[in-house]
């Protein structure tokens, strides 16, 4: 397993990320935490299945259950500028 390029944790490790706001012209939003997502269906897993992170923690970039704050759909499919 790789290495989070953001906060260095191994992903394995199942821990949350320290990165927590999107900033979005100079505005930060605060990330959607794993088990707040609207759309995915991952719902009762107790660690993210794209990157490992435990229920209520942040998910690490790349993956691609976390959503974005702004237009709720998932940050490989949105187009904000984040
Ligand atoms: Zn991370
Ligand atoms: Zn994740
Ligand atoms: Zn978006």
């Excluded at 704050?69 to 490989?76: A, I, M, Q, S």
Aim: aromatic share 8%; glycine share 10%.
């Amino acid at each position: 397993m790789a290495k989070c390029n953001v906060c260095g944790k191994e992903k394995s490790a199942n821990v949350s990320c320290d990165w927590k706001y999107f900033e979005i012209d100079e505005r930060e939003y605060e990330r959607v935490k794993y088990g707040e997502e609207k759309r995915s269906g991952s719902a009762g897993e107790p660690f993210c299945q794209g990157c490992g992170t435990p229920a209520g923690g942040y998910h690490h970039p790349g993956c691609p259950v976390e959503e974005c704050p702004l237009c709720k759909k998932t940050v490989l499919e949105c187009e904000c500028d984040v």
